[in-house]
Structure formats: C-alpha cells, structure tokens
C-alpha cells in the first residue's frame, strides 16, 4: 500500500448523488505521480444545482451540459485507480458521493478501500480546533490554489496523508493507520464500514429537547450549536441546560442550525492566518445564503440563560 489514489467530488445540490465534477491523483512511493480531473454531469433525478453548491464551488448546469455523466465517469475512476486504496479528506462524503451516484443510475457500488486524511489529521496534529482541509494545508505550508475545486482539494489531501506518513515515518498507508489504530473504510458487496479511530470513547449524545418546556422561553424550539470553550461550563452542561428550555443541540452547523454560540477561542489552535473556527465560518456562508442562523459570544448566551431560567 505505497499506492494509493486521493480523489475529491463537489456535487450540485444537497444530494449525495449528485456529483459534478471530480479529482484524482496517484501517488506511488510517496510521490504524486499523475493527476486526473474532470466535470461530470449529474445522474438524472439528481442533476439540478442549488445555489448554495454553486456559490461554493461555481459549477453550473450549462458548464456540464457536455460533461460525461456518472457511467462513464466510474469507469474512468476505476481504470485510473486499478486495485489501490481512495484516500479522502471527510471520507465519509466522497465515497458517499460514489456510492449513492451508483445507486442513482441503478450500477452497483464497487468494492473498493479508503482511508480519511481528516481522521489521520486529528491523530497527527492534536489541539487544532478546526481540521478542515484549507485550515490543515495553510498550518502544514500546502498550496491550495482553489478550495472547491475538485482537483486542487484532490492534490491538497494527497499532501496531507504525504505529510502524515512522513512525520509519522511509516511508508505505507497501512502501517500508519495501523500506527494511530484506525480502521481502513471499505465497501464490500455494497456494503460500507467507514474509516475510523477504533481507540475512541463511545461519545454521550446530546439530550432531547423537553418538549413540555415553556415555549414562551428564548430557547424553546432552537436548534444550537457550540464552538469555542465557554466560561465555567462545559458543552454537555449547556446542552442540558437547554434541552431542559426545549432547544436541542447538534455537533455541527447546518442550514437547520438556529443559533451559534461561540465561545472562547485560543489563537494557537487555529491555523496561522485563519481567525475564526470552521463552524463560525460555515454560518456565515449559510447567513450569506440567506439562511437564518444567530450567532451569539458566550456572554449573550449566560444572558439568555438567566432570563429563560429566571
């Protein structure tokens, strides 16, 4: 497993299935050996492009009018990628972007391995508080010329794995996970075992909402979302809190996130150069897209706190 091939897909709306464009690149003895990108059109049912996606990326329905769609795209992938490991930063999406583009066009899903850099990263470089991939390429000296671009997130995340396995010393993908015991992701028979941490802690969800809250409360029917530490109290005490007002709290921001509280932030677990977390990011993009998302510092939420307590 010194081969390996990173990819990278941006879709066209909320819809795993719904790839639109696609990067690969090979590396072989820890050098990038070839590289691959291409625009897909969309499977049917699948192949209308929301605003939000392309104001990521800025892929529209007239750019891949004469893109090879999802048949011949998979056929490509694989010759490109023979019999060696995908390796993926968030994982978890890019091979649900292939699996569910299967399904779409009724082909089955591959078999195939893959492992996440995103899970790596948090085993290699602990204290960042946002691992998300423009964040890791600016803290590690990567160039990444265009975030969203399939190709250069494809590059991008070879680097990172390229400078995992060298800090960690390992040559081959297999020892390094075997190194930070994580679990290589698969699909077998269609199939999926995701790639993860095998050492971690079962994690307690949040509570429920108290739905015989008073609904008259600040909090009653929000959805809540914490970044940042806050001032004597810890994130499942607030949760509880709140849950207790009728809000719920989630781990991470979405178009359904109601409110953001942000709490303390040290500087040295961000990137250099990056001023704010991935969350907080995230939100404003949402809010700039016309979502309705409040974002509020920890002072605010002991306001809010005191008045639907009082």
Same mark, same amino acid.
């Given at each position: 497993?010194?081969a390996? %091939?990173? +990819?990278?897909?941006? *879709? #066209?709306?909320?819809? @795993?299935?719904s !790839?639109?464009?696609?990067?690969l690149?090979?590396?072989?003895?820890g050098?990038?050996?070839?590289?691959?990108?291409?625009l897909?059109?969309p499977?049917?049912?699948?192949?209308?492009?929301?605003?939000?996606? %392309?104001? +990521?990326?800025?892929? *529209? #329905?007239?750019?891949? @009018?004469?893109a !090879?769609g999802?048949?011949?795209?998979l056929?490509?992938?694989?010759?490109?990628?023979?019999?060696?490991?995908?390796?993926?930063?968030n994982?978890?999406?890019?091979?649900?972007?292939?699996?569910d583009?299967?399904?779409?066009?009724?082909l089955?899903?591959p078999?195939?391995?893959?492992?996440?850099?995103l899970?790596?990263?948090?085993?290699t470089w602990t204290?960042l508080?946002?691992y998300k991939?423009?964040?890791?390429?600016?803290?590690?000296?990567?160039?990444?010329?265009?975030?969203?671009?399939?190709?250069d997130?494809?590059?991008?995340?070879?680097?990172?794995?390229?400078?995992?396995?060298k800090r960690?010393?390992?040559?081959?993908?297999?020892?390094?996970l075997?190194v930070?015991?994580?679990?290589?992701?698969?699909?077998?028979?269609?199939?999926?075992?995701?790639?993860?941490?095998?050492?971690?802690?079962?994690?307690?969800p949040?509570p429920?909402?108290?739905?015989n809250?008073?609904?008259?409360?600040p909090f009653?029917?929000?959805?809540?979302c914490?970044?940042?530490s806050?001032?004597?109290?810890t994130?499942t005490?607030a949760?509880?809190?709140i849950?207790?007002?009728?809000a719920?709290?989630?781990?991470?921001?979405?178009k359904?996130?109601?409110?953001?509280?942000v709490?303390?932030?040290?500087?040295?677990?961000?990137?250099?150069?990056?001023?704010?977390?991935?969350?907080?990011?995230?939100?404003?993009?949402?809010?700039?897209?016309?979502?309705?998302?409040?974002?509020?510092?920890a002072?605010?939420f002991?306001?809010?706190l005191?008045?639907a307590?009082?």
């Open positions: 497993m010194t390996w %091939v990173a +990819i990278d897909f941006e *879709t #066209a709306n909320s819809l @795993r299935g !790839p639109c464009s696609v990067g690149v090979k590396v072989k003895e050098q990038i050996v070839e590289e691959w990108s291409s897909i059109k499977p049917d049912g699948h192949d209308h492009f929301d605003a939000f996606n %392309v104001g +990521i990326h800025g892929i *529209t #329905a007239d750019r891949v @009018r004469d !090879p999802w048949p011949e795209t056929e490509r992938i694989a010759q490109f990628a023979g019999d060696t490991p995908f390796v993926a930063h994982a978890a999406f890019d091979m649900g972007v292939l699996a583009a299967c399904k779409a066009s009724g089955p899903v078999d195939l391995r893959f492992a996440c850099t899970v790596v990263a948090r085993r204290g508080l946002s991939l423009p964040v890791l390429a600016a803290a590690l000296g990567i160039e990444l010329p265009r975030h969203h671009d399939a190709g997130d494809a590059r991008a995340a070879a680097q990172v794995m390229l400078a995992a396995l960690q010393g390992p040559a081959a993908l297999v020892d390094l075997g930070h015991r994580i679990q290589m992701g698969s699909y077998r028979g269609g199939v999926r075992q995701g790639c993860k941490y095998r050492g971690a802690a079962r994690r307690t949040f429920d909402a108290e739905p809250a008073d609904p008259d409360n009653y029917g929000l959805t809540v914490f970044t940042g806050l001032p004597n109290m994130r005490a949760a509880e809190r849950a207790a007002l009728g719920r709290t989630v781990s991470n921001v979405t359904f996130v109601d409110l953001l509280v709490g303390a932030i040290e500087p040295r677990q961000l990137a250099p150069g990056v001023k704010k977390t991935g969350k907080l990011a995230k939100a404003e993009r949402l809010r700039d897209f016309g979502h309705d998302i409040t974002v509020i510092d002072e605010e002991y306001e809010l005191t008045v307590e009082g």
